[in-house]
């Protein structure tokens, strides 16, 4: 029997399966985009035999939004709340890195004060963790452990609640700007950190509890979707999916910025390489996250300057612009023409929650960027599953996109 | 405190790329698409493991190359590896002119299989194809998508005639070119608003003895010199145009 579901109109350039010849148990199977466990906008053509995936095409592109055109076609002070919108569960992440290439472009990279680098990276880290938190919960969902999902994004809402107070919005604060960031810490922010700083042992420990040692999640997960270090590195894996293969490459150790160099953390790794090494890296990454926020509350406690104090580039204090007609000048030149940036390209990574997050940045002199191309960790681990699914079950397919925490945002910007 | 910001030097560089300031980010390799291939493979042999990115970018005017495809490497060791042994690997950008009559460049998806969507990604939003790549058709974009969103030239807006059709008299240019997208033309606008100031609707219908004596008309425009429709169509819609004088 021949199967051509599938491949509506090859000539026309429909999808390359191969659906020649096909033996009465092989079947092709279009799984999503809508499905629910593709945690997102994910097409995968499977060609199954009984149930062992022989091929699997990942279809991209149905959440391609045009980021990186639209944020060429901004002021540079706007583009960040475009690239904001790639990785939508750590927004931060991205803002952090477009500004630190915009800063080095600037020549300013060495002159963010001491606050600004520490409140960065404060944020960056409860980032890590509000991330994970989702995958941790969502992961847990594909399995069946559903209890674990309600203490992962209680968790997460509370680290939402310190970003609402930070920069004004849960999701896309848009709270990172050149030179720093948009505003001191407000009142009150302090408390609820440490409060959170305390219950994060307990929760965690609940969470490990739960998911963790959850024989039903390990029988899933141990000895699925095996990657090898080799394999890991030619595919150009970032982030746990790389940790978890024994390649211990992470931007915060090896590339050092916003002062990552002055905490003590370590970088977690695995040398098994399947979905549970990958697990149990980013509990471990969600641990050493905690690690540096606890440092980092501590010299919290200085007060200081925030931002770059150059009115180039940052606003001056929006008191003074009501007594200072300089004031009120460099206000109307920064939000009518944003500032400019001299020519030149830069590459600029940081460790994001999915992995080595890049952005090639070029400008040509003017007050927008000529371009912004970003390079997605995610896009790039979800790749690997064109070869991890071969052989395997297709039910464990969906333990693998777990494994890899594709955020679609981000892989189709 | 002074500003470190240089002078805007050359809004309109042609390739930001060679005057770029010294930043100390990545050893950069210019190389022809001719070239690409054996110098990916000889970087590849030294150490250079793993393709990070494959990113493109478009400098209209520019001569000989148009395009630049930019690929990132990383030189990471490809085992089992401590913190230590990773220590800080190099980075190197290696960025590869290519013409718009010949935008082809050789695929390296058979050096590092992470190329393969990468490629495809340039070929759909630069319409840059890759000789050798096994899969070549677009990824981001839907498949019968008409050019290359990633250009420059690659219009901002869709065609008039596929716009949410705007009022005329909110834009200029569509005033210039003639017929605007809502079909409206601007003598035909102007016909509708005197046709409404000759109606007793705007500011409440005035009684006729009023109007008299303020010397007003209903509309409330002044009854000296007040245009006829016809009059109105005829005036110039935009005093900003040039007549044109050779006809």
Partial sequence: MTTSSVAPDAAAGGYNVDVVEQSDNRMVLSMGPQHPSTHGVLQIITEIEGEIVTKAIPEIGYLHTGIEKSAENLFWSQASTVVERMDYLSPLTNALCYYLAVEKLLGIDTQIPPRGQQIRVLLSELSRIASHCVWLGTGGIDLGALTGFFYCFDMRERILDLFEMSGGARMHPNYIRVGGVGQDLPQGFLGKLDAFIAMYDDRMRDVRRLLQKNPILQDRMIDVGIISPEDAVAWSLTGAPLRATGVAYDVRKAMPYSGYEKYQFDVPVRTEGDAYARFLVRLDEMDEAIRIIRQVRKELDTPGPWQIPDTKFAPPPKETIALSMEALIHHFKLVSESFRVPPGDVYQAVEGPRGELGYYIVSNGDNRPWRVRTRPPSMYNLQVLKKITIGELIADMVVMIGSLDPVFGEVDR | ?247
């Fill in chain 2, 1 to 247: 405190m002074p500003s470190s910001q240089a002078p805007p030097a050359g809004a309109t560089a042609l390739d930001p790329t060679a005057v770029r300031p010294d930043i100390n980010d990545a050893r950069i390799v210019r190389v022809t698409p001719a070239e690409i291939r054996a110098t990916l493979e000889v970087l590849r042999s030294d150490g250079f493991s793993m393709l990070l990115d494959i990113g493109g970018a478009d400098y209209p005017g520019r001569e000989p190359a148009r395009f630049d495809v930019v690929y990132h490497l990383l030189k990471l060791p490809a085992r089992i590896a401590s913190v230590a042994e990773v220590g800080t690997p190099e980075r190197v950008r290696v960025l590869c002119g290519v013409r718009e009559d010949d935008a082809v460049v050789p695929t390296v998806s058979d050096l590092w299989p992470s190329a393969d969507w990468a490629e495809r990604e340039i070929f759909d939003l630069y319409g840059i194809s890759f000789s050798g790549h096994p899969d070549m058709r677009r990824i981001q974009m839907p498949d019968d998508w008409e050019g290359y969103p990633l250009r420059k030239d690659y219009p901002l807006r869709g065609p008039a005639n596929e716009r949410t059709p705007r009022p005329s008299f909110a834009l200029k240019s569509n005033v210039a070119a003639g017929t605007p997208a809502s079909g409206r033309t601007a003598a035909a606008l102007q016909k509708q608003i005197a046709q409404a100031r000759g109606r007793n609707e705007f500011h409440g219908a005035a009684d006729p003895a009023a109007t008299a004596q303020s010397g007003k008309t209903p509309g409330g425009a002044m009854t000296a010199g007040a245009a006829t429709p016809e009059q109105l169509a005829e005036r110039p819609h935009d005093l900003n145009l040039q007549k044109d004088d050779t006809k």
